[in-house]
T-cell receptor, first 114, second 110 residues
Framework: DTGVSQNPRHKITKRGQNVTFRCDPI?????LYWYRQTLGQGPEFLTY????????KSRLLSDRFSAERPKGSFSTLEIQRTEQGDSAMYLC????????????FGPGTRLTVT | EDKVVQSPLSLVVHEGDTVTLNCSYE??????LLWYKQEKKAPTFLFML????IEKKSGRLSSILDKKELSSILNITATQTGDSAIYLC??????????FGAGTQVVVTP
């Protein structure tokens, strides 16, 4: 399978715990995006990378959230001291950066904070 | 503030009907508009629109962009139950940054 993959697919955690998600983009894609989606809403932009450089972070991303893409390939999204409001689907997408390029999404990680 | 608004929020149709979904946008630096279909998983890409008035077509789905009206429509003809999904509109407004609408939930009944 050469699509975008995400792990884990589901995560249940207790409030206050830290969680980390992983995204493996399509191999030749140098752009990688993280989104959060809640029920009844479209994906909400969190951050994106061009190769290993994090180009932008949403102002909605509190300091409890951090993302890395150390070698310009896979990326991790960590949420520290989780809160119930963090419960959502976390989607990763990747694209080329030739100019106008569509994003390809992974299956997402569903986080439930109890 | 950049925003993307889709309408209607949801609709129910019978198999064989035609549906028209709307997406309007207000962004500072429009580059392209994309449509995605989302079933019980991640969004899958349908169309990318950059030029006004040029229809893109794929089977029973078609879409067109109107830059003057800052909007796009997605048409689905001869709907099938497999078309039941959430249809998302997204606008690329800043060199690869995308603003998504809330989506339109389409339910096609047999």
């Amino acid at each position: 399978d050469t699509g975008v993959s995400q792990n884990p697919r589901h995560k249940i955690t207790k409030r206050g715990q830290n969680v980390t998600f992983r995204c493996d983009p399509i191999s030749e894609h140098n752009r990688l995006y993280w989104y959060r989606q809640t029920l009844g809403q479209g994906p909400e932009f969190l951050t994106y990378f061009q190769n290993e450089a994090q180009l932008e972070k949403s102002r909605l991303l509190s300091d409890r959230f951090s993302a890395e893409r150390p070698k310009g390939s896979f990326s991790t999204l960590e949420i520290q001291r989780t809160e119930q409001g963090d419960s959502a689907m976390y989607l990763c997408a990747s694209s080329l950066s030739r100019g106008m390029d569509e994003q390809y999404f992974g299956p997402g990680t569903r986080l439930t904070v109890t | 503030e950049d925003k993307v608004v889709q309408s209607p929020l949801s609709l129910v149709v019978h198999e064989g009907d035609t549906v028209t979904l709307n997406c309007s946008y207000e962004v500072t630096n429009f580059r392209s508009l994309l449509w995605y279909k989302q079933e019980k998983k991640a969004p899958t890409f349908l169309f990318m629109l950059t030029s006004s008035g040029i229809e893109k077509k794929s089977g029973r789905l078609s879409s067109i962009l109107d830059k003057k009206e800052l909007s796009s429509i997605l048409n689905i003809t001869a709907t099938q139950t497999g078309d039941s999904a959430i249809y998302l509109c997204a606008v690329d407004y800043s060199w690869g940054k995308f603003q998504f609408g809330a989506g339109t939930q389409v339910v096609v009944t047999p």
